[in-house]
């Protein structure tokens, strides 16, 4: 079975299910909106922390430059702690400062390949390319979705990317996952915030999305059962729709477990074989670990930790930052 743009218009997507009262609603969507609320504070600093960046975005150095992607980049990641999935309807808001806290849980990321992102996307720069299109596959709604916007609005001030492609879910899914209504609520949200900060980030980001440098898509794919092994197949137009990019960032751990088929692998098996002929461009995963299944450790490295922590694949306490480049 295919999964193609035609069979989503057929099939319906959450902006235009038969039923107005079933196309309004999200069971997940009060928690959502009490992450979000609940993690203003960590919002507020964010928000002030980019546009303090933006002022003079266009004078920093290479070298200042890449030290601002790494802490924005990080932040992302971290960001994915706030899933909705793994607290079990506990409070999963941010509470602390999340620029004080990259440092402090920099020794948790595994798999760290920032440079090697960073090397692709500063010399495409460089090439004055007139074109550098990045995607984001979505996961949660609430503060890491915020987090994901940040990142997305310094990659293009910078001009490290030149447009952003971001890819949600077409219906609300899995608890926290982030659709269109989610993205444009966020959006408004932090228009009509009070804080400055808060209020010129949603101001500029609805300004992407109107002049086209920022786009949403959506596809019934990313809710189907396929590992992404199998895309090309089963939704060919979405496949090669992700060749046109220059670099994919997948967030969270079900876009991971669904890159490497979900399968335990051992622990060193590289991830680009893991990928299983899913080259669609250069991609990375971000992801803070909540099942057992990881790929592309140093030897030794995995059975270490589970000497010393039983469950450190399944806590969220660590992270990774892993790259294929797809060639």
């Known amino acids: 079975m295919r999964y193609t743009d035609q069979q989503q218009s057929a099939s319906g997507t959450s902006e235009d299910w038969g039923s107005p009262l079933i196309s309004d609603f999200d069971v997940f969507k009060e928690e959502k909106v009490h992450n979000f609320f609940e993690s203003q504070q960590a919002i507020i600093l964010m928000s ?51 620029l004080q806290s990259v440092e402090e849980l920099k020794p948790f990321i595994l798999v760290d390949h920032m440079e090697k992102l960073w090397s692709l996307l500063i010399n495409k720069k460089n090439m004055n390319k007139q074109t550098t299109r990045l995607d984001i596959v979505l996961d949660n709604a609430g503060f890491e979705l915020t987090t994901d916007l940040i990142l997305a609005d310094f990659l293009l001030s910078s001009k490290l990317a030149t447009e952003i492609h971001f890819h949600g879910k077409s219906i609300p899914w899995y608890v ?23 209020s010129r980030c949603g101001v500029c980001w609805e300004g992407y999305l109107k002049n086209g440098v920022w786009i949403y898509h959506d ?21 090669s729709e992700l060749q046109k990019s220059n670099l994919i960032i997948f967030k969270g751990d079900l ?23 899913f080259h669609p461009a250069p991609l990375c995963s971000l992801r803070t670990l909540k099942c057992d299944i990881q790929v592309g450790l140093k030897p030794g490295q995995g059975e270490q930790l589970t000497n010393t922590e039983p469950d450190w694949m399944i806590i969220g306490k660590y992270g990774i930052i892993q790259f294929d480049a797809a060639s």
């Open 255 to 277: 876009n991971y477990r669904k890159l490497i088929a979900d399968r335990k692998w051992e622990f060193t098996v590289p991830f680009h074989q893991a990928l299983n002929t």
């Open 48 to 98: 002030t922390y980019l546009q303090d960046i933006l002022k003079n975005v266009e004078k920093l150095d290479e070298n200042l430059l890449k030290k601002e992607f790494f802490k924005l980049l990080q932040v992302s990641l971290w960001g994915n702690k706030c899933d909705l999935s793994l607290s079990a309807g506990a409070d999963s808001s941010q509470k602390s400062d999340p």
């Open 219 to 239: 596809h019934l794919f990313w809710t189907s059962p396929h590992e992404y092994c199998r895309m090309a197949q089963v939704a060919p137009d979405l496949y």
């Open 176 to 198: 926290s996952d982030t659709t269109r209504r989610d993205l444009n609520w966020t959006i408004k949200q932090m228009q009509s915030a009070n804080h400055k900060g808060m």
